[in-house]
Nanobody, 121 residues
């Protein structure tokens, strides 16, 4: 059974940091790109960052220079280090897996349940 399990969300003050984790199982982790997406209430889902199977990375405008994505093949886990958080970063954050390295959510085959990130001002 394919599973993607996010963790690490929570409540943090503006300017603070969080590290999200995405633990993967049930598929060949090294064959898949992993992406992070987020969705705030009343807004469309937004691509935050993604990492290819060989470590290439992409950051959306909202994440650039503040967030860092990484992957650990030994742990089948992808991390999203988020620094200098802003209230507008408040959203449910989802990780997803795709055979194709893509910024487009429709290209992703498997999705986690999400983890809430709330940034207070």
């Amino acid at each position: 059974e394919v599973q993607l399990v996010e963790s690490g969300g929570g409540l943090v003050q503006a300017g603070g940091s969080l590290r999200l984790s995405c633990a993967a199982s049930g598929f060949t982790f090294d064959d898949y790109a992993i992406g992070w997406f987020r969705q705030a209430p009343g807004k469309e889902r937004e691509g935050v960052s993604c990492i290819s199977s060989d470590g290439s990375t992409y950051y959306g405008d909202s994440a650039n220079r503040r967030f860092t994505i990484s992957r650990d093949s030994a742990q089948n886990t992808v991390y999203l280090q988020m620094n200098s958080l802003k209230p507008e970063d408040t959203a449910v954050y989802y990780c997803a897996a795709a055979r194709k390295y893509s910024r487009v959510s429709q290209d992703y085959d498997y999705w986690g349940q999400g983890t809430q990130v709330t940034v207070s001002s």
